[in-house]
C-alpha cells in the first residue's frame, strides 16, 4: 500500500493542502481554504477604531479552521486510507510572530485582551516596527555585534525582534503578559502535538539565532529597553530544531479531529519560500531558487558562511541540513504588477481587457510582448514595497526615469518587468562578488506562466533559467518534510536530500538567454545601478523624506 504525506502551504491568504504519494512525489490530491479575516488592515474584529499605516494582522483561528477543512477536503477527494498517512510538514508566511500564555493560547483570544492590536499575530507584511528596527540595527552596528553582518547589516521591521521591542514599548502590558513570543508555525505545530519547538529556518532568518552563537545577548537587548533583557531567555522558545525533524506525533485529540492515526508524525516547519526550494528539487550548493510571487524570495545553498551585502540572512540548516542556506529578496514584485494594473492602467484598457476576455496583466504583457530590451526609452526603480535586498531598506520608494507624453501603459509595464529582473541580477551579483558560486537559476511560482516576463530574466541575467516542474513547490516541500519526520521505517524517507530526489518533478521549461538581448541589457544595468546607488546608498534621500512626510500626514 503507498505511503502518503501531507504537505500544509500557510500563504498570506490563505491555507493550501497537498496529499503526496512519498514514494514518487505525485500529487494526489490538494485543496485551499481562505482565511475568515484575511490580513487584518484596517480595523481589528469586532471593532470601530481604525489600525495605523503599514499594520497586517491575522487571526490565528483561521490557521487552524483552515488546515482543518483542507485536510478533510484531501482525504474525502482522494479515498485514500488515511492510516496510510504517515506525516505532517507545513510551511508559514513569516516573520509571523504570536504573542500567546504558556498554554498557547493567543492572547487576542482572550476577552481582556481581543481588543489590543498589539495582542494579535502581527503578519509578515506588518512594517509598523520600522522605528524599532532602525534603532536595532543603530544600536547593533554601534556595538559591532557580530551577528548583524549575517543579514546584510540591517534588521528588517518584519523580524522577531522589532515586533515584540514594538509591543514592548507601545503595550507593556501585553509584553508583560505575553509568556511566548512564537511564530505562526511553530505555534501549529504545538496545537498538534502538544510539543513546542522553535524551526531554525524562521529562527534564523527572523529571529536572529545562530547555530553556534545563539541570540543576540542579554546585554545587548538590555541596550535597547530596561526589561527587554530576558525577551529570548523568558519569553521565546529554546529547542531550535532543523526543518524536516520531527517535534512530535499528533496529539489524540487533533488525530481524531483530522480523522488521521494518532501516530502520524509532524515535521519541524520552514518558511513558504523556503520550503519550494525543496519543491523545486533543490538539495545541493550552487542552484540560486528564485520563487516569484508577490514578492519574490531567492535562495541559495552554499558550503560556507560569508558577508553577502543586503542578504536577509545566512542559516546553517535553515533548510537542509549541513548546508548554509542565503536568503535576499524584493519586496514587490507581482504586487508591484497587480498595483500597475489596478491603480495606473487607462480604463481603455481595462475595458479591452474585458471585451477579449483577458485580465489587464494579460492584455499588458501581450502589449509588451514584441518590445526589446529599453525599447520604451524608461529605467525603473522597482522600490515600491521598499529595497529588502541588497539595501535592506523598506523606506524607499519607486522611481519611473524617461516617461513622456507619447509613453503608453504597455511600455511602462514592459519597463516595470525589467526593473524586477534588474534588481534579481544585482541580488545574484552579490553572492558571486563573495564567491559563492551560481551555476543555476531555478525559478517557482505564479509569475513564471508569464513567458515574456521569464525570458526577460534570463536576458538580463545572462543565464539560463529552469521552471520548477511542481506547480504547488512550497506545499510539495512541505510534504517532504513530513515524509522525513515519518521516517523511512513508516514509509517515508531518512534524509531530505532522499527525499527531494525521490520527490520533486524535472523542470516544465527552459529559458536560454538570448545574446543581443543580453547585451543590450548589460548596457541599461549599468544605467540601472547609478541610479540604484544614488537613490539608495545616500546620494538622495528624498524617498525617505516623502514616505516619511506621507506616514506623518496619514496618522495625524
Not at 546585554?219 to 524536516?244: M, N
Not at 492515526?261 to 528564485?290: E, Q
Amino acid at each position: 500500500m503507498p505511503t502518503y504525506s501531507i504537505g500544509l502551504d500557510f500563504g498570506t491568504e490563505s491555507v493550501r493542502a497537498l496529499l503526496v504519494d512519498v514514494s514518487t512525489g505525485e500529487a494526489v490530491a490538494t485543496a485551499v481554504e481562505s482565511y475568515a479575516e484575511g490580513v487584518i488592515d484596517e480595523r481589528l474584529p469586532g471593532t470601530t477604531s481604525r489600525l495605523p499605516p503599514d499594520w497586517a494582522l491575522q487571526n490565528p483561528a483561521d490557521w487552524l479552521t483552515g488546515l482543518e477543512r483542507t485536510i478533510a477536503a484531501v482525504l474525502a477527494q482522494s479515498r485514500i486510507d488515511p492510516s496510510a498517512v504517515a506525516g505532517i510538514g507545513l510551511d508559514f508566511t513569516s516573520c509571523t510572530v504570536l504573542p500567546a500564555h504558556a498554554d498557547g493560547t493567543p492572547l487576542c483570544e482572550l476577552p481582556a485582551f481581543s481588543a489590543e492590536r498589539h495582542a494579535w499575530p502581527k503578519l509578515w507584511k506588518h512594517h509598523g516596527a520600522q522605528a524599532q528596527a532602525d534603532r536595532i540595527t543603530a544600536h547593533a552596528a554601534a556595538r559591532g555585534e557580530r551577528w548583524l553582518p549575517r543579514y546584510g547589516g540591517r534588521i528588517s521591521s518584519e523580524w522577531l525582534l522589532p515586533k515584540a521591542l514594538e509591543i514592548a514599548e507601545e503595550a507593556p502590558g501585553i509584553f508583560a503578559a505575553a509568556d511566548r513570543f512564537i511564530e505562526g508555525a511553530d505555534w501549529v505545530v504545538w496545537r498538534l502535538t502538544g510539543s513546542l519547538a522553535r524551526n531554525a529556518c524562521a529562527a534564523g532568518y527572523k529571529g536572529t539565532w545562530h547555530k553556534r552563537e545563539g541570540d543576540p545577548s542579554r546585554d545587548f537587548l538590555a541596550g535597547l529597553r530596561p526589561g527587554f533583557e530576558a525577551l529570548y531567555a523568558a519569553k521565546v522558545p529554546h529547542d531550535v530544531v532543523a526543518p524536516g525533524t520531527a517535534v512530535g506525533r499528533l496529539t489524540p485529540a487533533w488525530a481524531e479531529r483530522l480523522h488521521l492515526p494518532v501516530g502520524t508524525a509532524v515535521a519541524a516547519p520552514i518558511i513558504d519560500a523556503h520550503a519550494a526550494v525543496l519543491g523545486g528539487g533543490v538539495a545541493a550548493p550552487g542552484t540560486f531558487v528564485m520563487m516569484m510571487g508577490t514578492s519574490t524570495c531567492h535562495l541559495l545553498l552554499a558550503d560556507a558562511e560569508r558577508p553577502v551585502e543586503g542578504m536577509a540572512g545566512v542559516v546553517e540548516d535553515g533548510i537542509v541540513p549541513g548546508y548554509f542556506a542565503y536568503e535576499s529578496g524584493q519586496a514587490a514584485v507581482g504586487d508591484l504588477f497587480a498595483w500597475y494594473a489596478h491603480h495606473a492602467v487607462p480604463p481603455s484598457y481595462h475595458a479591452a481587457a474585458a471585451e477579449q476576455g483577458l485580465s489587464v496583466q494579460a492584455l499588458l504583457t501581450a502589449g509588451a510582448d514584441g518590445l526589446g530590451p529599453g525599447s520604451s526609452g524608461l529605467l525603473v526603480l522597482d522600490w515600491w514595497q521598499g529595497n529588502r535586498s541588497t539595501l535592506g531598506r523598506s523606506d524607499l520608494s519607486g522611481l519611473i526615469v524617461g516617461a513622456t507624453l507619447s509613453t503608453r501603459a504597455e511600455e511602462i509595464f514592459h519597463a516595470l518587468v525589467e526593473a524586477t529582473a534588474f534588481g534579481t541580477r544585482a541580488i545574484i551579483e552579490s553572492y558571486t562578488d563573495q564567491a559563492l558560486p551560481v551555476t543555476s537559476i531555478v525559478a517557482g511560482g505564479g509569475l513564471t506562466r508569464n513567458s515574456m516576463l521569464m525570458q526577460i530574466y534570463a536576458d538580463v541575467t545572462g543565464r539560463q533559467i529552469a521552471v520548477a516542474g511542481a506547480a504547488q513547490a512550497s506545499a510539495l516541500g512541505a510534504a517532504m518534510l513530513g515524509a522525513v519526520a515519518a521516517g523511512a521505517g513508516r514509509g517515508g524517507h531518512d534524509t531530505l536530500t532522499e527525499a527531494v530526489a525521490r520527490m520533486a518533478p524535472a523542470p516544465t521549461r527552459l529559458y536560454e538567454p538570448i545574446d543581443a538581448n543580453t547585451r543590450e541589457y548589460d548596457l541599461l544595468y549599468r544605467e540601472y545601478t547609478r541610479l540604484y546607488d544614488y537613490f539608495g546608498r545616500g546620494g538622495s534621500e528624498i524617498m525617505k523624506t516623502l514616505r516619511g512626510r506621507r506616514r506623518r500626514v496619514k496618522q495625524a
